[in-house]
């Protein structure tokens, strides 16, 4: 463990919204009076009929039930746009960035007010009404701001789906929500190159099947279009009012899906309801970040993954902030490209990825010390462990030794920051998520279940409730319980494992889980396993993570062929692109070996514990393995294990 603390910079400890004694005083309040807290803190949105009931929830596994804020109404597209109106509608909203850094646009309050009022009544010209899903599947452009607003704004429920999704990814996602209305793009850009969204939704849709796609124009790259079924958005756009009124939504009514990663085969649709959801993202947005009014506040990731729904969009905008939005890459044209978008408009706060600082660290110091970064105040980390020296390289060559660093831990599930420091009140130590936000009380349990004290090591599980915790998974709230409920009854089980020093910091280990994150991406083994074995020649396949010192973790895949079929070279690659194909580019092995045999136990199962040692090249500590039922696999396995 790294034991270096940086201390809160003293004009941070005088300025900043949260110092060390307020985080005290709040923190203790938010554990011993829940109630009291968030019945507070709920007021900083817009509502329309008032709560009453602040907090009604169970962890029982039998009944799990979440509800926040229940008989209060309330609509997220009026929180992050219409109340700003008076104050701020000639403010810039949105800043665009594109690929190419010559294209950018600047849309104001008012702007994003007739946009988003355009684009829902478009939906609601075809039909689209409160609870129906919507799904949406666009490259970084304002519209995928739009859209999701524009769902918010009508009681729709948005399913986004991530551009680098494959066809197939996309056909469960739109089958799994029911969804009969997708929004597209012609074709996506990013890194120069352009990405056929399109084209992909029409083959997802030889698979399932949708009433209406809304094409959106990108680049006006050549597309089919079905008649009947798709519109061009621009010519629907054109077609309505640019006026919209909003509708008024229970606290407890669904804002959207987001599929993600688990350690069973399926995607889950993570569900978010409204008004706790919004209240989350609001206060972490502004306190985790010290928002400030006229701040220029720019999240990196993109908006299909939970990073950007709470902090590229519902985050800030619900705080009238100037958010940015990138289309591009950090590396093109050149490694420079971070930087120069941040001298370019002049932004004051920056939320990346471990996986993206890595990259940039490789390319050296110089590409961004040409560059001024001035304006910056903050830089944020989020999506895997940073490793400390990505961070000390974070700290030292981008924010100049002057910046603080709030390393945010957080979850699909979890809506919102629920670990990581506050810049003004907890002093820092690199690769430690640092301390619980407010009304967050994480636990430490050991193997059999045991809470942990002082310090100490096992799994994480947050023991109460906070108001932008998923409320179940889109039709399937026994495997709600079942995942996230029934190893610690009463807990919420994050996934993750996590250590506690005796100065009470927190620091994430990864996941314990089949999950692993590549790239800052969730991904499920079985996910990779039943692509794999979707394959004509392949009979069985296991997938581990192993340490990359680029993605934080490598996908090393382990294949029994058909009876018959001969291992080659060829065929190794044809299942790296079998697998890009059936999930996505993301998800493509780093490894293949071909495994005759697996080690598994007596009773079938696959000792995964075995097989990640060997991928990680420690032959050493492979354990026990005389309960195997044939012990042999496993020297053929190191023998014949791949390069990587
Ligand atoms: C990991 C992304 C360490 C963790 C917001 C978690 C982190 C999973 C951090 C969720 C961090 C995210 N330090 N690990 N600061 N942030 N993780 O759902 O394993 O895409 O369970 O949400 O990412 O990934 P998800």
């Known amino acids: 463990m790294h034991k270096k603390i940086y201390e809160i910079p003293e004009d941070w400890a005088d300025h900043a919204l949260v110092s060390a004694e307020r985080y005290q005083r709040l923190y203790d309040f938010s554990f011993r ?5 968030w019945s507070e803190q709920g007021r900083r949105i817009s509502w329309i009929a008032p709560y009453t009931i602040v907090k009604d929830t169970r962890f029982d596994p039998h009944k799990v039930s979440i509800k926040w804020f229940e008989d209060g109404t309330t609509n997220a597209a009026m929180n992050c746009i219409d109340r700003h109106l008076l104050t701020r509608g000639d403010q810039v909203a949105i800043i665009w960035e594109g690929d190419d850094p010559s294209q950018s ?3 104001t309050y008012r702007e994003l007010y007739e946009e988003v009022s355009r684009f829902a009544n478009v939906l609601k010209k075809h039909g689209v009404r409160r609870g129906d899903r919507v799904t949406i599947y666009l490259p970084m452009i304002p519209e995928a701001a739009f859209a999701m607003l524009a769902c918010a704004r009508i ?11 494959s066809p197939e990814a996309l056909a469960g996602r739109i089958e799994d929500a029911r969804s009969e ?3 597209t793009a012609d074709e996506g850009v990013r890194g120069g190159k352009r990405i056929p969204l399109k084209e992909n939704v029409d083959k997802a849709l030889t698979r399932v099947s949708a009433k209406t796609v809304f094409v959106v124009t990108r680049t006006g790259g050549e597309i089919g279009m079905e008649k009947g079924r798709d519109f061009r958005y621009e010519e629907e756009r054109e077609s309505v009012s640019a006026h919209c009124p909003y509708a008024e939504m229970g606290a407890e009514d669904p804002l959207f899906i987001l599929y993600t990663s688990g350690s069973t085969g399926k995607p889950k649709g993570v569900l978010h309801t409204t008004g706790g959801y919004l209240v989350q993202a609001s206060i972490t947005h502004e306190l985790v970040f010290d928002y400030r009014d006229g701040d220029v506040y720019w999240c990196t990731a993109d908006v299909g993954w939970v990073t950007g729904h709470s902090y590229i969009v519902y985050g800030p905008l619900s705080n009238g902030a100037t958010t940015l939005m990138f289309e591009g890459v950090p590396n093109y044209p050149t490694v420079s490209r971070f930087w120069e978008v941040v001298d370019k408009h002049a932004v004051n706060t920056l939320y990346t990825a471990p996986t993206a600082i890595r990259a940039l660290m490789a390319a050296g110091e110089e590409p961004v010390k040409r560059t001024s970064r001035k304006t910056l105040r903050l830089l944020g980390s989020v999506g895997e462990p940073i490793n400390p020296e990505a961070w000390e390289w974070y700290h030292r060559v981008v924010g100049e030794g002057r910046l603080p660093i709030v390393d945010t831990w957080w979850q699909t599930e979890t809506g919102g920051v629920l670990i990581s420091p506050l810049p003004g ?6 690769g430690s998520a640092t ?3 407010f009304g967050v009380v994480p636990e430490i349990v050991g ?4 809470v942990l004290h002082g310090a100490c090591e096992g799994n994480l599980v947050i023991a109460d409730s906070w108001p932008g915790q998923a409320r179940t998974l889109w039709g399937d709230h026994e495997r709600f319980a079942q995942t996230y409920f029934h190893a610690y009854p009463g807990k919420y089980f994050t996934g993750d494992g996590a250590r506690r020093d005796e100065d009470g910091y927190y620091w994430i280990t990864g996941r314990v889980d089949d999950v692993i994150n590549v790239s800052g991406h969730r991904l499920g083994t079985a996910e990779i396993e039943s692509a794999l074995v979707a394959h004509e020649l392949v009979s069985e396949a296991a997938v581990v993570g192993y340490p990359h ?8 895949a382990y294949v029994t062929l058909m009876q018959g079929v001969e291992p080659h070279d060829a065929l190794r690659k044809e299942l790296v692109s079998w697998v890009r194909r059936e999930i996505g580019p993301i998800a493509s092995p780093d490894a293949v070996q071909f495994a005759p045999g697996l080690p598994k136990t007596r009773s079938g199962k696959i000792m995964r514990r075995i097989l990640r040692k060997i991928a990680e090249g420690e032959f050493g500590t492979l354990g026990d393995t005389s309960t195997l039922a044939d012990p042999a696999v496993v020297g053929d396995l190191i023998k014949h294990r791949a390069e990587v």
């Open 105 to 107: 646009r600047r849309i």
């Open 425 to 430: 009140a907890i002093a820092l130590k690199p």
């Open 33 to 37: 009076d829940p109630e009291g807290f």
């Open 447 to 450: 193997p059999t279940g045991e």
């Open 435 to 437: 301390k619980p936000f």
């Open 181 to 183: 209305v997708v929004i």
């Open 155 to 165: 009681g729709a429920i948005h399913s986004v789906v991530f551009g680098g999704f």
């Open 549 to 556: 010192d680029l993605k934080g973790q490598g996908i090393y």
